[in-house]
């Protein structure tokens, strides 16, 4: 039986407490597949913090808002359609706070994303098995949160589809690489004001929000009852602008950031294979996001609807 599931919380506009409008979500990331009629559902608590953040390319602190932290409790569910085909749904209650200054956090449901993964093509080669994978997906609110609100703000309020595609390699002694890039259309959204300024004043309700993409990177050990893998993502914006001088952030600012971060698992026999991950990351590089540090902590049960 081969399956795997790990958390990527890839709504990530992550150092400014958003999760990625430009990943999916559990397994949606990495190139393993769920088999036919077997159910992974899991848990997953998330902790995001910075002090610093980069205002365009300016790395600063700012003492009205102090230490920004982010939490999430996500609810995720992965199924075998086929062998090769995977469904995906997931969906995240978030909260806002920072540690000074008047600005109140938020706390809601944030978005509902759903998610196709499919195995294009397999083969042997180089020692171990190569895969070719496509996804395809989308997210939109399930709440009327305040997008218009950052850095406190738990989403953005766009609707996204997105497609991604997967190169996997496992080799014959476990080791495992992957690399993929993703594509993410964002809709506009509309704001609480009826005027605004970016580069230019805008007298108008609705943002124009630019899309953005992804590229990611995992290679590590994965076996049945625990594996433990390096990660390297790096995520653009497509477009927006810079954060004004001393201005707070605006939801079509120009968003990127890159990560690097450890993900590991363990499977207990003695529970049922009941599986425990973690996964700790460091935002090492941004533009208009929070240098942040966010780990993960979650549980995974996984259920055979074969019949016997």
């Given at each position: 039986?081969?399956?795997?599931?790990?958390?990527?919380?890839?709504?990530?506009?992550?150092?400014?407490?958003?999760?990625?409008?430009?990943?999916?979500?559990?397994?949606?990331?990495?190139?393993?597949?769920?088999?036919?009629?077997?159910?992974?559902?899991?848990?997953?608590?998330?902790?995001?913090?910075?002090?610093?953040?980069?205002?365009?390319?300016?790395?600063?602190?700012?003492?009205?808002?102090?230490?920004?932290?982010?939490?999430?409790?996500?609810?995720?569910?992965?199924?075998?359609?086929?062998?090769?085909?995977?469904?995906?749904?997931?969906?995240?209650?978030?909260?806002?706070?920072?540690?000074?200054?008047?600005?109140?956090?938020?706390?809601?449901?944030?978005?509902?994303?759903?998610?196709?993964?499919?195995?294009?093509?397999?083969?042997?080669?180089?020692?171990?098995?190569?895969?070719?994978?496509?996804?395809?997906?989308?997210?939109?609110?399930?709440?009327d949160y305040v997008?218009?609100?950052?850095?406190?703000?738990?989403?953005?309020?766009?609707?996204?589809?997105?497609?991604?595609?997967?190169?996997?390699?496992?080799?014959?002694?476990?080791?495992?690489?992957?690399?993929?890039?993703?594509?993410?259309?964002?809709?506009?959204?509309?704001?609480?004001?009826?005027?605004?300024?970016?580069?230019?004043?805008?007298?108008?309700?609705?943002?124009?929000?630019?899309?953005?993409?992804?590229?990611?990177?995992?290679?590590?050990?994965?076996?049945?009852?625990?594996?433990?893998?390096?990660?390297?993502?790096?995520?653009?914006?497509?477009?927006?602008?810079?954060?004004?001088?001393?201005?707070?952030?605006?939801?079509?600012?120009?968003?990127?950031?890159?990560r690097v971060g450890?993900?590991?698992?363990?499977?207990?026999?003695?529970?049922?294979?009941?599986?425990?991950?973690?996964?700790?990351?460091?935002?090492?590089?941004?533009?208009?996001?929070?240098?942040?540090?966010?780990?993960?902590?979650?549980?995974?049960?996984?259920?055979?609807?074969?019949?016997?």
């Amino acid at each position: 039986m081969n399956f795997r599931t790990t958390l990527s919380l890839l709504l990530l506009l992550g150092g400014f407490g958003l999760f990625p409008v430009f990943s999916g979500a559990q397994s949606l990331t990495d190139g393993i597949f769920m088999n036919k009629k077997f159910l992974c559902a899991g848990v997953f608590y998330g902790h995001d913090a910075w002090d610093e953040y980069w205002e365009g390319t300016l790395l600063r602190t700012n003492g009205n808002i102090g230490t920004v932290t982010t939490q999430n409790v996500l609810l995720g569910l992965n199924y075998g359609i086929t062998d090769r085909l995977n469904a995906v749904v997931m969906a995240p209650y978030v909260w806002t706070e920072a540690s000074a200054g008047t600005l109140a956090g938020q706390s809601g449901i944030q978005d509902l994303t759903l998610g196709l993964k499919y195995n294009v093509v397999a083969f042997n080669g180089l020692g171990g098995r190569m895969s070719v994978q496509a996804v395809a997906g989308g997210s939109l609110p399930l709440t009327d949160y305040v997008a218009d609100h950052l850095p406190l703000s738990i989403g953005l309020q766009s609707k996204t589809l997105f497609g991604r595609g997967i190169l996997h390699y496992a080799a014959e002694n476990n080791l495992t690489f992957l690399l993929s890039g993703t594509y993410t259309l964002r809709s506009n959204i509309e704001i609480d004001r009826e005027s605004y300024y970016t580069t230019e004043q805008i007298y108008s309700n609705e943002v124009e929000m630019p899309d953005a993409a992804q590229l990611y990177f995992r290679g590590g050990y994965y076996s049945f009852r625990w594996g433990a893998e390096l990660t390297a993502s790096h995520n653009m914006t497509l477009g927006g602008f810079d954060i004004r001088r001393q201005d707070m952030p605006f939801p079509s600012n120009n968003m990127d950031l890159t990560r690097v971060g450890v993900e590991a698992f363990y499977r207990f026999s003695f529970l049922g294979d009941l599986q425990l991950l973690g996964q700790v990351n460091q935002t090492v590089a941004g533009r208009n996001m929070g240098k942040s540090l966010g780990w993960t902590l979650g549980l995974t049960k996984f259920i055979n609807f074969n019949k016997d």
